[in-house]
């Protein structure tokens, strides 16, 4: 049956004579394989599960800058989001325990609001550490082996407190050591973080 106007089009089937195989068509430029051979060798984030890990907008957008090296770039955005998260506080309000995956959303992101501890103490400061660790382990997915210490301080009058974070970030093809040192304000109750040298 024909129709008016332009003609019908023969759509490419198995068992048809086609010039042009599924072998012999251009990779898709989304595709896995055409990416992978495409990009240069380079460090890339993976996870301890074994998937990817993929680096944000902005820092995708920042490895465009000329000079800088990959490693570096995924170093410096663990460490501006490891500052975010120490410097974020959650809710007192307890979550209770049939909800688990709520510890894990955005009503659990962050350090508990720690205003009303007494960080003076040894036991005080040993809970900060701990839920530090706790806080990364569960909310910063390109860091293992994750321990918080305490750090002494040079001098006996400085209300500064210092904590050292030592973790493992997970890169291909090698996971790397990495720690930072951390301050916490007294007053403001804020956290620095820069990296060892």
Not at 34 to 61: E, I, N, Y
Not at 153 to 162: A, G, H, I, Q, V
Not at 188 to 197: G, K, P, R
């Amino acid at each position: 049956m024909k129709r008016l106007g332009k003609p019908m089009r023969q759509r490419w089937s198995p068992g048809s004579d086609s010039s042009c195989s599924w072998s012999e068509r251009p990779p898709c430029p989304l595709s896995k394989s055409h990416r992978q051979s495409v990009v240069s060798p380079r460090f890339q984030m993976r996870s301890d599960t074994g998937k990817g890990l993929q680096m944000s907008v902005l820092d995708r957008l920042l490895e465009q800058e000329a000079g800088k090296p990959a490693i570096a770039l995924i170093r410096r955005s663990v460490l501006r989001d490891l500052e975010q998260l120490l410097n974020a506080r959650r809710s007192w309000l307890p979550v209770s325990p049939k909800l688990r995956e709520l510890k894990k959303s955005v009503l659990g992101y962050g350090l508990p609001d720690f205003t009303v501890m007494e960080l003076s103490t040894q036991e005080g400061r040993q809970w900060l550490c701990q839920e530090i660790e706790r806080t990364i382990v569960c909310f910063e997915p390109r860091l293992t082996r994750v321990r918080v210490s305490l750090r002494d301080s040079d001098t006996p009058l400085d209300r500064m407190l210092r904590l050292r974070i030592d973790a493992v970030l997970l890169l291909d093809p090698v996971p790397q050591p990495v720690a930072f040192d951390s301050e916490l304000e007294p007053l403001s109750l804020s956290v620095s973080l820069q990296e060892c040298a």
